[in-house]
RNA sequence: GGCGGCGUAGCCAAGUGGUAAGGCGGAGGUCUGCAAAACCUCUAUUCAGCGGUUCGAAUCCGCUCGCCGCCUCCA
């Protein structure tokens, strides 16, 4: 049974979905200004694997995440320009091709790291009119206000207000950068649309006259429009855990009077080098910066290696370290396949396959365990690494197994070594076939020689008991 | 100032009441002409520090120190 812990409760449950098998899952996507950086990769590959195991498990997943394009309302009544906007008139584009600019990078980036894309993806700007439908509920059940354009959430309507990011609006500290804008009742009111003057570059008619919608709405909105107004699972960063989601909560039920969400999943952050990833200490990394140092595998492997709830520290020794790891996974992974070779794979795995297969389970269902996962595939390299030729149907049994578990639930892949061209073999082969004859006359001089050649020209050798084999680093 | 979380070996990192997963690194060994790879063995009497609860704590409680997040857009 899966236990899967939530913020709500503040403790693991046992996972029910609403309407089984189905599950509706809703993700906070990224706001698209900027390129996609480290803490990205750490949610969005969390919550593939998320997806991905509950798929395994025998669910059928409907997963939608959001694209914010519009929307971030800067600091209550202040300068009014928002980040889409802010790289708009830095970039000299206009923020639309801002928005469908940074999306594609996600995507690219989202992609190389291997995440599944969500089966809805859902922008902003695309749901204006829903937005607005639901403010003029709000509004009708007096539970939001209108006021010279603008209007805001009534906190004070929503009592249970607080509850999942444990805190009292009391406790809330009032104005701290800015003063709150005008005319809202309560500082903890919070936007559902914000009147745009003339200049504002992205603005849409509005029973309320021309404006913007508030950030929180967007997910609301969407989320109930593609899964319906109770949610199995809501996932995003710690970060957005309030006042995001908070809002979103006291939005969506205020309007539904149903519970909203029934399990919220929050990952936790990155630092790098043990510090906070932010552009002004210059510690900023973006995917694209990092894919060129390390595999993009390397880096989800790594991210597996942690718990998505717990913090991670990224720093390159870290990843060296990943890297050689997953190497050897890597490795034994095409050994299995050399030993396997044509052979189907029978219907019983067996042991020792058939134990770690259930080992492998019991972490991914201890709330997404993946670190003790990635433990059990380490179990199954040493176990294919010792395996002889004359087990290829075991090997083909292992080879099926470790497709399920580390390529479909995890999301890694095993490139397989670089190939080589005819004539590249041809040649090489000949050398290799050269420097045994040296080695039969004990020449180990030259025999090494040819090997150092070759290795500096990127080609490994390794001499085993079946002979000499060679690849490509 | 308020709220929440974290602190585990040289490094990264699981583990949340029953006697410390895993990876990297290091040491030794098997194999090898030597390598490489692979495999085997070892590598924290101890979980930031100090007290307390308990038969028993890394795990619960209190205090101290350090770090992180949120309270303002942020995955």
């Known amino acids: 049974m899966l236990q899967v812990y939530n913020t709500l409760s503040r403790s693991k449950e046992s996972f029910a979905p609403i309407h089984p098998p189905h599950v509706g899952l809703y993700v ?22 998320i997806v991905r195991f509950l798929r395994h498990s025998g669910f059928k997943v409907r997963y939608v995440q959001n694209i914010t394009d519009v929307g971030h309302l800067l600091g209550e009544g202040d300068e009014g320009e928002d980040r889409v906007l802010k790289k708009a008139r830095l970039e000299k584009l206009e923020p639309v091709e801002i928005a469908q600019k940074y999306e594609r990078h996600f995507f690219r980036d989202m992609d ?67 003063e709150s804008a005008e005319g809202k009742r309560h500082f903890a009111d919070f936007a559902l649309w914000k009147k745009a003057d003339a200049q504002h570059l992205m603005q849409w008619p509005s029973p309320w006259g021309r404006g913007f919608p508030g950030w929180h709405l967007e997910c609301s909105v969407m989320s109930t429009k593609y899964i319906g107004e109770s949610l199995d699972i809501h996932g995003g960063g710690l970060d957005n855990q309030f006042p995001h989601h908070e809002c979103e909560i006291a939005q969506s039920e205020a309007a539904t009077g149903k519970p909203f969400v029934k399990y919220w999943l929050h990952n936790n952050m990155v630092t790098v080098d043990g510090q906070k990833m932010s552009k002004s200490l210059g510690n900023f990394v973006t995917l694209e910066e990092l894919f060129k140092k390390f595999d993009p595998m390397t880096v989800r492997f790594f991210i597996l290696q942690g718990h998505y709830r717990s913090p991670q520290d990224f ?7 990943a890297a050689k790891g997953l190497a050897r996974l890597s490795d034994a992974y095409h050994s ?55 087990q290829a149907g075991q090997a083909a049994s292992a080879l099926r197994l470790f ?53 500096s020209a990127g080609i490994v050798l390794e001499d085993g008991k079946d002979g000499t084999k060679w690849s490509r680093k």
């Open 315 to 321: 720093s390159e020794p870290a990843l060296d370290a």
């Open 403 to 455: 497709d399920m578990l580390a390529g479909d639930v995890l999301g890694l892949r095993f490139t397989p070594p670089q190939s080589s061209g005819e004539s590249e073999k041809q040649v090489v082969d000949y050398l290799v076939e050269l420097r045994n004859r040296f080695r039969a006359e004990k020449n180990w001089k030259l025999a090494d020689e040819v090997r150092q050649r070759l290795e």
């Open 112 to 178: 190389l790291l291997n995440n599944l894309r969500p089966d809805i993806s859902c922008r902003a700007t695309g749901h204006i009119p829903e937005m607005i439908e639901m403010i003029e509920k709000l509004l009708k059940q007096g539970k939001a206000y209108e006021t010279n354009g603008d209007v805001y959430f009534d906190v004070s309507r929503f009592p249970a207000y607080g509850r999942l990011s444990g805190r009292k609006i009391d406790d809330l500290r009032e104005g701290v950068r800015k």
């Open 336 to 390: 299995l396949a050399g030993i396997a070779g044509d052979q189907e794979a029978g219907e019983e795995t067996g042991e020792p396959w058939a134990g770690f297969q259930k080992k492998f389970q019991a972490f991914m269902e201890d709330d997404f365990s993946t670190a003790g996962a990635v433990a059990i595939l380490f179990d199954m390299a040493r176990a294919a690494q010792s395996l002889t030729r004359e």
């Open 28 to 49: 906070c996507g990224p706001t698209v200004y900027d390129d996609p950086h480290l803490g990205h990769a750490k949610s969005y590959v969390s919550f593939d694997v």
